[in-house]
């Protein structure tokens, strides 16, 4: 059993930049691929970033460039360093463990945080 807490989401305005990180409980926290995806009002859960227990990162064109995953397994915890943020990034941000593979689609993630909201506007 994994439990995930995100925190350090909130307003930036266009070309700013937020920290999200993402706490984890469980002693084999290591063994996990970890993700992070978003969810805009209306739209469908969307891939952001994922991390495997290798620390190989893979990101979609959307956010590549701007957006950096890292985890630190001593503490439990993986990161989301978002540089550059726009209008449309704004969404729910969620944190999720895999305990197999290295996926890129939520329905393979086993545990999710409850998100945290990130707005970017002028």
């Known amino acids: 059993q994994v439990q995930l807490v995100e925190s350090g989401g909130g307003l930036v305005q266009p070309g700013g930049s937020l920290r999200l990180s993402c706490a984890a409980s469980?002693?084999?926290?290591?063994?996990?691929?970890m993700g992070w995806f978003r969810q805009a009002p209306g739209k469908e859960r969307e891939f952001v970033a994922a991390?495997?227990?290798?620390?190989?990162?893979y990101y979609p064109d959307s956010v590549k460039g701007r957006f950096t995953i890292s985890r630190d397994n001593a503490r439990n915890t993986v990161s989301l360093q978002m540089n550059s943020l726009k209008v449309e990034d704004t969404a729910v941000y969620y944190c999720?463990?895999?305990?197999?593979?290295?996926?890129?689609?939520?329905?393979?993630?086993?545990?999710w945080g409850q998100g945290t909201q990130v707005t970017v506007s002028s």
């Open positions: 469980g002693r084999t926290f290591g063994r996990y691929a």
């Open positions: 991390i495997a227990w290798t620390s190989m990162t």
């Open positions: 999720a463990a895999a305990a197999t593979g290295f996926p890129v689609v939520a329905a393979r993630y086993d545990y």
